[in-house]
């Protein structure tokens, strides 16, 4: 809601210019019904289950690829982690624990469905989507390899994809067993 003088100033227009001028809306005067095209553009949401999934595949040597065609390494760096944008390849062993390597999405996200529709929603940066859905299986098993999440010749579609299982298995969604006013949990690095 405005403020008053916001709302004296709609009123003098409204009078001024004719209500015709704010009755594109029937509920609220303002705004329009978006066309069926502007609503498939958005309509991008991919559920962690992956039915929204489109048609395609990659694996990780074509992801090597698309990651530099695509401008991926100008920010990310060569190999995922010399850039000065977020790292996207684990430094420490794939051995360790999950919660004791690196938050990154490729390696943490307890879905794979997740890291695709990150990498398609919002990368790259600038040019945010551009990339085809090939692109983005192929990028997406790229970044998986790089974290020893997958091997490397594993082909990722919209069967495969949701069925990878993810280091941090069920852990995301446990409970955790704190209760106010105790010490915080050993080992949690947050
Ligand atoms: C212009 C610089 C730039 C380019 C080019 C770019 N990125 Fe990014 N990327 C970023 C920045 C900055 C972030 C962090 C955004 C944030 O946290 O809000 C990011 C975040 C990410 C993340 C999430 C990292 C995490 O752990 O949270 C992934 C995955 C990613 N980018 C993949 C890619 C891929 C794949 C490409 C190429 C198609 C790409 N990026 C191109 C700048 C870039």
């Known amino acids: 809601m405005g403020s008053p003088k916001v709302v004296a100033i709609s009123l003098l227009l409204g009078s001024l210019l004719g209500n015709s001028a704010f009755a594109q809306s029937p509920t609220y005067g303002f705004g329009r019904t978006p066309t069926a095209e502007e609503l498939r553009r958005m309509d991008i949401s ?109 082909v990722l579609d919209r069967q495969s994809l949701p069925k990878v299982k993810m280091p941090i298995g069920d852990n995301y969604a446990k409970e955790h067993d704190w209760k106010p006013n105790t010490p915080r949990l050993e080992g949690y690095p947050y």
């Not at 962690?48 to 390494?73: F, I, M, T």
């Not at 996207?88 to 490729?106: C, D, M, N, Y």
Request: glycine share 10%.
């Open 46 to 154: 991919i559920s962690h289950e992956g039915d929204e999934l489109p048609s395609g595949r990659g694996n990780a040597k074509q992801g090597a690829q698309v990651y530099l065609d695509k401008g991926c390494a100008a920010c990310h760096g060569a190999t995922g982690i010399e850039g000065m944008a977020p790292i996207l390849r684990s430094k420490r062993s794939a051995k360790l624990p999950i919660w004791e390597r690196e938050r990154i999405l490729p390696l943490r996200a307890p879905h794979a469905t997740i890291v695709w529709d990150y990498i398609r929603r919002g990368m790259p940066a600038g040019l945010e989507g551009t990339l085809t859905p090939d692109e983005v299986y192929a990028l997406t098993a790229y970044l998986l390899f790089l974290n020893d999440v997958i091997p490397e010749d594993q």
